[in-house]
């Protein structure tokens, strides 16, 4: 059964810094290291958006234009794990953070999320 764990969320003020860490376990992800992996946040209130991509190798990364330069993508395919740097962190960041295949057709199931919490 394929599984993803994201932790690392808190509370922190504005202009803080979080990383968050998703963990791929299962069978599903036996070839995580061929995945684009992605990032998704969903604020209070609205759906769920995209907000960073990374290749299977780490080389190429996408980020949306709300975060671009603030937050940056890695991963370890060792570990079969993805992370999401976050830094300058803004009261428009606040939301759950999701971490999933980013091609939809090999999309499974969501996580349980990680909550992030910016104050002003």
């Known amino acids: 059964q394929a599984q993803l764990a994201e932790s690392g969320g808190g509370l922190v003020q504005a202009g803080g810094s979080l990383r968050l860490s998703c963990v791929a376990s299962?069978?599903?992800?036996?070839?995580?290291?061929?995945?684009?992996m992605a990032w998704f946040r969903q604020a209070p209130g609205k759906g769920r958006e995209l907000v960073a991509r990374?290749?299977?190798?780490?080389?190429?990364?996408y980020y949306a234009e709300s975060v671009k330069g603030r937050f940056a993508n890695s991963r370890d395919n060792a570990k079969n794990t993805v992370y999401l740097q976050m830094d300058s962190l803004k009261p428009e960041d606040t939301g759950v953070y999701y971490c999933?295949?980013?091609?939809?057709?090999?999309?499974?199931?969501w996580g349980q999320g990680t909550q992030v919490a910016v104050s002003s």
């Open positions: 999933n295949v980013y091609v939809l057709s090999q999309r499974g199931s």
């Open positions: 299962g069978r599903a992800f036996s070839t995580f290291s061929n995945l684009y």
């Open positions: 990374i290749s299977s190798g780490g080389a190429s990364t």
